[in-house]
């Protein structure tokens, strides 16, 4: 299948009930254990790039291996995003480059560390939504902001120092037409989530219920939502690897998620687990090996092992032969003719 957008996904996911998850990625093993992990479970699937995916692995490299991804899985819906974008000018650079879809961030500025006024955030998010959907391109955006660093993007600090305000989310939707809305309800980038199973007073799902109430038909997006399971914890430990105890987001909490519109999952950390525990059992138990691929191979499994469960999870298994892909040039004209929406529909307090 050619790629498609995270829009036309989306709004198949809401249609049906699921989420979908969004995994990043850096090199070609990654995009190899997704596309395994979507034929498994004939899963839609979306892939991301942060800007430092794209620095390490060079934009071209990464466009090519998501085309061969399309080319090699027909059956499979894949949109390619870009994660976190920083500004109007990297967002324009992803889609030049060929990603179905963006993420303005606006909740930072420019520099991906210091939070921006509302004002700043509407302004920059909406200059993109326009430039993006002209061309039938997605948009994700974000309000409020969430807690950690990675890839040196974020405010650090505690997931619950900017959480969003339900008010603000719906003015946010209103005035930038996002396709989908990325929320901050206390998780944070990077393993170290929480420092024990979260509760009600760290992890806000009551905020998540709040926000959709008020904006029941936009797609909401989950952050910083690896589970970072024991296991793989302990395998990383096990063969030397030095982890302090941390917690993620359970599945649970997800799947309550899903129930009240979320769209999209952000997985990271889970799959860097897999592969770094992977890779060190090899290292401890063969010292003698040294082809790269005695490693890779079982990183590999390891990752379309998590991410296939997730999939599973989050419940899009099963939808890949749902529907046909909307091509590009269709989603501009539907931007253009009003079909597709962008403007969210509001329901009173
Ligand atoms: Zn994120």
């Not at 061309?135 to 619950?160: P, Q």
């Amino acid at each position: 299948m050619p790629l498609v957008t995270t829009r036309q996904l989306l709004d198949e996911a809401a249609k049906g009930g699921y989420g979908v998850g969004a995994f990043n990625v850096n090199d070609m093993e990654q995009i190899q254990a997704i596309m395994e992990a979507a034929k498994e479970t004939s899963s839609p699937v979306i892939i991301q790039a942060s800007r430092g995916a794209r620095k390490f692995a060079q934009d071209n490299y990464l466009y090519h291996l998501m085309l061969a991804a399309a080319e090699l899985y027909p059956e499979i819906p894949l949109a390619m995003h870009l994660d976190h974008g920083n500004g109007f000018d990297t967002c324009v650079s992803a889609i030049k480059l060929g990603f179905t879809s963006v993420m303005m961030d606006g909740s930072l500025k420019e520099d991906g560390k210091t939070p921006t006024t509302f004002e700043e955030n509407v302004e920059v998010t909406k200059k993109v939504c326009d430039y993006a959907h002209e061309r039938g391109i997605s948009v994700e955006g974000e309000i409020g902001v969430l807690g950690g660093i990675e890839d040196g993007h974020g405010a650090g600090g505690s997931g619950l120092d900017h959480v969003t305000d339900p008010d603000q989310a719906v003015e946010f939707a209103e005035r930038t037409g996002v396709d989908s809305l990325a929320i901050a309800i206390g998780t944070s980038h990077g393993a170290y989530k929480f420092t024990k199973k979260p509760d009600g007073s760290v992890l806000k799902m009551d905020l998540l219920i709040a926000i959709h109430k008020r904006l029941p038909n936009t797609h909401l997006v989950m952050h910083g939502s690896s589970s970072v399971p024991k296991d793989l914890q302990d395998i990383i430990n096990q063969y030397g690897g030095k982890l302090k105890e941390t917690w993620g987001v359970p599945v649970e909490e997800i799947q309550l998620g899903i129930k009240n519109g979320v769209r999209k999952i952000n997985v990271d950390t889970d799959n860097r687990l897999a592969i770094t525990g992977a890779i060190r059992k090899v290292f401890a138990e063969s010292p003698e090996k040294f082809d790269p691929r005695d490693y890779l191979t079982p990183a590999r499994a390891a990752m379309q092992k998590v991410v296939a469960q997730r999939m599973t999870q989050f419940g899009q298994a099963g939808h890949a032969g749902d529907y046909k892909a909307v091509s590009i040039p269709e989603m501009a004209k539907g931007y253009a003719n009003g079909s597709l929406s962008t403007q969210p529909l509001v329901a009173t307090k």
